[in-house]
Nanobody, 129 residues
């Protein structure tokens, strides 16, 4: 079965940091660009970050650019999303998604949910004191 798995969510206090991870089973991520999305309660899912297969190209939503960082370690088949200075507004279910990429520098558009072939089940991040 081909699937993505996100890990690392939880309940954290405002101002703290969190590291989310995205791994795969049934396929390897090294030829897939990865997108990160989140869905807050009562809101639509939004794209927040994306990374090329090679890891050298990334993109971020303006709302998170200063605090979020995504990177990947293809040798370990894992992609990370570091979140710093967490705010209550970051409370959401966080998803990773994968799309086959044929150029190592290509970054999927943040608004392009339809690009993605595989999605994880999501990991809940709750920011609260």
């Amino acid at each position: 079965q081909l699937q993505l798995v996100e890990r690392g969510g939880g309940l954290v206090q405002p101002g703290r940091s969190l590291k989310l991870s995205c791994t795969s089973s049934g396929f390897t991520l090294d030829t897939y660009a990865i997108g990160w999305f989140r869905q807050a309660p009562g809101k639509e899912r939004e794209g927040i970050a994306a990374i090329s297969t090679g890891g050298g190209s990334t993109d971020y939503a303006d709302s998170v650019r200063a605090r979020f960082n995504t990177y990947r370690v293809n040798a370990r088949n894992i992609v990370y999303l570091d979140i710093t200075a967490l705010e209550p507004g970051d409370t959401a279910v966080y998803y990773c998604a994968a799309v086959k990429a044929y150029r190592s520098t290509w970054v999927p558009p943040l608004l392009g949910e339809d690009y993605y072939s595989y999605w994880g089940q999501g990991t809940q991040v709750t920011v609260s004191s």
